[in-house]
């Protein structure tokens, strides 16, 4: 994994500190090309990995990643899934059963079984579960995706059942299936650490909250701290600047001395902040990719 | 080592299955579940050590329970609510509480009898930023308050939809109950029950059995003036935002989820944090972190409150008691009576005359209607 990865919320209008903010830039990234002015600037600042969410919109950079291999030679997708949105407002719409059987192929074998009865699918629902991460991949076909997230919200819900049999079924489908590295995000880092241990998956990859505040750091600053010095995992920090309240330079010094911090992930709309960004990573943590390609 | 709390969860749709993952993640509690639905209770029954029931009465028989989370459509509520009181296991109920307040009210004094904690989920009173709102509102440095706008908006009902629960007004559906419930409970929080409410409407814009937008006028007690905008079809918003705008003799106050901002025309020793003209809280500041982050801190937080109330011993819910639910469906149905009865100052417009054309041309209707 690259030191540093390009994070997406900011072109969908997510802020954790104002609602006028997040407004202002879901205005300004209404076009794919906005979006792509800033990929472009990230990765002609040298940061080739976009990690990003299987929201409608990113088919779309997909699509001219896809479709200009001269200009993007390097680009890297890290997809993170489900976007939960979607599913969430199926549901709504279609109620749970009918949720799944929408995002089911038209012909696949567990549309029928869905459609023919409750105790059938109730038998498959692994099968399900990998159609499902099939179908949110579609989007990636013939691009570089070495690592698979699953999204926090989905993976602190199963997290908090105790459905920790889920999280096994994404991890083997997806190095099964796409020879990649799964991977998870969470709000819980400490708790999920101890979940996936349980299921055997060793070193995991792991994003989550990791600042000198103690923001979103549920279980506490210190669990996380524990864990990052006893466990064996492969963690990446986002929301290291805790959405603004630590300054730059003293959020990447303090997460530098943290042992098993891999990469951290950013969002920034402007090239001066992604250029600040990497320069500041670099200082403190070295070349921000792990290819030459980084400048 | 004392026993854990033994807790149910009643109900596993989307917000059943968010508490079903936050109760179940809470150290201190041994979590079963229940649900009518098989498909559900299928799939949990082979993945999950947890007991699940599809039978609410199966289950109260047969488990010791402590408290129960109940998540099921409101109009189960009031009989799901009692029959747990009644066997004196304490409840947390998901809001809208009832559908017939009165029936809210008669449950809150079966509680209050029986020494047992009801509380109900209107999480926005555990959102940093609305708390801050209570303190300061509580400290009286806005003076006298006089105007207040409520609003909330989100993309919930988007098109012509599938009937559900949600969309059907007997059940506890529509805009009002669903998305003004939490605005209402929150001015409800700080100001009480309106003495009395105007101007109210229930529109449909997609919905054919209920409605996608509210708007009213409350007046309070304290003489203080909402006024209530609520439009659940809204997709410019990611995802339902809620706002209060007050303004008092002495300054004003905008709070949403993310940040408390205040005006104070000259600084006021009741709240001494705060000086004169703008200052900004974010809720990042105002809040703690909780043992476990599922959507939200103040999922976990009213929850955490829940639980510990119970392992405690308590009697009263520490926040969000049946009583104050209750008040909260009360103004809701002062506002459907309303709708219901217009007010007397209308008049029945004349058709349109427009440049000597009459209906048919761009009359008010066609300017201004749908």
């Known amino acids: 994994?690259?030191?540093?990865?390009?994070?997406?919320?900011?072109?969908?209008?997510?802020?954790?500190?104002?609602?006028?903010?997040?407004?202002?830039?879901?205005?300004?990234?209404?076009?794919?090309?906005?979006?792509?002015?800033?990929?472009?600037?990230?990765?002609?600042?040298?940061?080739?990995?976009?990690?990003?969410?299987?929201?409608d919109r990113i088919s779309?950079?997909?699509?001219?990643?896809?479709?200009?291999?001269?200009?993007?030679?390097?680009?890297?997708?890290?997809?993170?899934m489900?976007?939960?949105?979607?599913?969430?407002?199926?549901?709504?719409?279609?109620?749970?059963?009918?949720?799944?059987?929408?995002?089911?192929?038209?012909?696949?074998?567990?549309?029928?079984?869905?459609?023919?009865?409750?105790?059938?699918?109730?038998r498959d629902i692994e099968g399900i579960a990998k159609v499902l991460i099939d179908a949110e991949m579609k989007m990636f076909r013939g691009l570089n995706t070495p690592v698979v997230f699953m999204q926090n919200v989905f993976t602190d819900l199963l997290l908090g059942m105790g459905y920790t049999r889920a999280l096994k079924v994404f991890h083997d489908h997806v190095k099964e299936k796409y020879g990649a590295e799964p991977a998870f995000i969470t709000m819980n880092m400490p708790m999920l650490f101890e979940a996936l241990t349980k299921e055997?998956?060793?070193?995991?990859?792991?994003?989550?909250?990791?600042?000198?505040?103690?923001?979103?750091m549920s279980g506490g600053h210190e669990r996380y701290l524990e864990t990052l010095r006893t466990g064996k995992l492969r963690a990446i920090a986002m929301s290291v600047y805790a959405s603004g309240a630590i300054?730059?330079?003293?959020?990447?010094?303090?997460?530098?001395?943290?042992?098993?911090?891999?990469?951290?992930?950013?969002?920034?709309?402007?090239?001066?902040?992604?250029?600040?960004?990497?320069?500041?990573?670099?200082?403190?943590?070295?070349?921000?990719?792990?290819?030459?390609?980084?400048? | 080592m004392s026993r854990k709390t033994k807790i149910a969860v009643v109900g596993l749709g989307k917000m059943g299955l968010s508490h079903f993952s936050i109760v179940n993640a809470h150290p201190d509690v041994d979590c079963v579940a229940c649900d009518a639905t098989g498909f559900l209770i299928?799939?949990?029954?082979?993945?999950?050590?947890?007991?699940?029931?599809?039978?609410?009465?199966?289950?109260?028989?047969?488990?010791?329970?402590?408290?129960?989370?109940?998540?099921?459509?409101?109009?189960?509520?009031?009989?799901?609510?009692?029959?747990?009181?009644?066997?004196?296991?304490?409840?947390?109920?998901?809001?809208?509480?009832?559908?017939?307040?009165?029936?809210?009210d008669a449950l809150a004094s079966l509680a209050e009898e029986k020494g047992l904690i009801g509380q109900v989920g209107y999480h926005y009173r555990y959102v940093g930023a609305f708390k801050e709102m209570q303190k300061v509102l509580a400290s009286g440095a806005l003076g006298d308050i006089h105007h207040i706008l409520a609003e909330a908006y989100g993309p919930v009902v988007l098109r012509p939809k599938r009937q559900t629960w949600r969309t059907q007004k007997a059940e506890g559906g529509g805009c009002l109950y669903d998305y003004a419930a939490h605005p209402l409970n929150l001015l409800n929080w700080v100001f009480g029950t309106p003495e009395r409410?105007?101007?109210?409407?229930?529109?449909?814009?997609?919905?054919?059995?209920?409605?996608?937008?509210?708007?009213?006028?409350?007046?309070?007690?304290?003489?203080?003036?909402?006024?209530?905008?609520?439009?659940?079809?809204?997709?410019?918003?990611?995802?339902?935002?809620?706002?209060?705008?007050?303004?008092?003799?002495?300054?004003?106050?905008?709070?949403?989820?993310?940040?408390?901002q205040i005006y104070l025309r000259k600084a006021s020793d009741a709240l001494p944090d705060y000086g004169a003209g703008w200052s900004v809280r974010y809720t990042t500041d105002l809040t703690e972190d909780p043992w476990f982050y599922l959507r939200g801190e103040e999922y976990s937080a009213q929850i955490a409150d829940f639980v510990e109330a119970v392992a405690a011993g308590e009697t009263r819910a520490r926040e969000n008691d049946f009583r104050s639910a209750a008040m909260t469906d009360q103004t809701i149905a002062m506002i459907v009576d309303d709708a219901g009865n217009p007010g007397t100052a209308s008049v029945t417009p004349a058709p349109a005359v427009v440049a000597g054309k009459t209906e048919g041309g761009r009359g008010w209707r066609s300017l201004f209607g749908r």
């Not at chain 1, 949105?85 to 029928?112: C, Q, S």
């Not at chain 2, 409407?201 to 209920?210: Q, V």
Request: glycine letters at 8%; one cysteine or more.
């Open chain 1, 1 to 55: 994994m690259d030191r540093l990865l390009f994070g997406d919320n900011q072109f969908f209008g997510i802020n954790h500190m104002s609602e006028e903010k997040a407004r202002a830039q879901a205005m300004r990234f209404q076009s794919t090309d906005a979006i792509m002015a800033v990929l472009d600037a990230a990765y002609d600042a040298g940061i080739r990995t976009f990690m990003c969410t299987t929201h």
């Open chain 1, 200 to 216: 055997g998956i060793e070193n995991p990859i792991i994003c989550s909250n990791i600042n000198k505040i103690g923001f979103r």
């Open chain 2, 42 to 104: 299928d799939v949990l029954g082979k993945n999950l050590p947890n007991t699940l029931y599809k039978s609410y009465d199966k289950m109260l028989a047969e488990e010791t329970l402590d408290a129960v989370v109940i998540a099921t459509p409101s109009r189960h509520h009031a009989s799901m609510v009692r029959a747990a009181l009644e066997r004196g296991i304490h409840v947390f109920c998901e809001k809208p509480f009832c559908l017939d307040w009165r029936e809210g």
């Open chain 1, 60 to 80: 779309e950079i997909c699509e001219i990643v896809r479709n200009n291999p001269d200009r993007y030679p390097d680009f890297v997708f890290y997809p993170c």
């Open chain 1, 82 to 122: 489900p976007y939960a949105h979607k599913y969430a407002n199926a549901v709504t719409d279609l109620g749970m059963l009918g949720a799944i059987t929408n995002f089911m192929p038209e012909d696949g074998f567990l549309r029928t079984a869905l459609s023919g009865g409750k105790a059938l699918a109730g």
């Open chain 1, 247 to 295: 300054p730059p330079e003293e959020a990447i010094e303090w997460i530098s001395e943290l042992p098993n911090v891999q990469s951290i992930v950013f969002g920034a709309s402007s090239r001066g902040n992604i250029v600040n960004t990497r320069d500041l990573v670099e200082k403190y943590m070295g070349a921000v990719g792990t290819s030459q390609a980084a400048q």
């Open chain 2, 197 to 260: 409410v105007s101007g109210s409407h229930l529109n449909s814009i997609f919905s054919a059995g209920t409605d996608d937008e509210v708007l009213s006028t409350l007046k309070f007690p304290g003489g203080q003036l909402a006024q209530l905008s609520v439009n659940w079809s809204d997709e410019s918003h990611r995802k339902m935002s809620t706002k209060i705008s007050l303004i008092g003799t002495n300054g004003r106050m905008n709070v949403d989820r993310q940040e408390c």
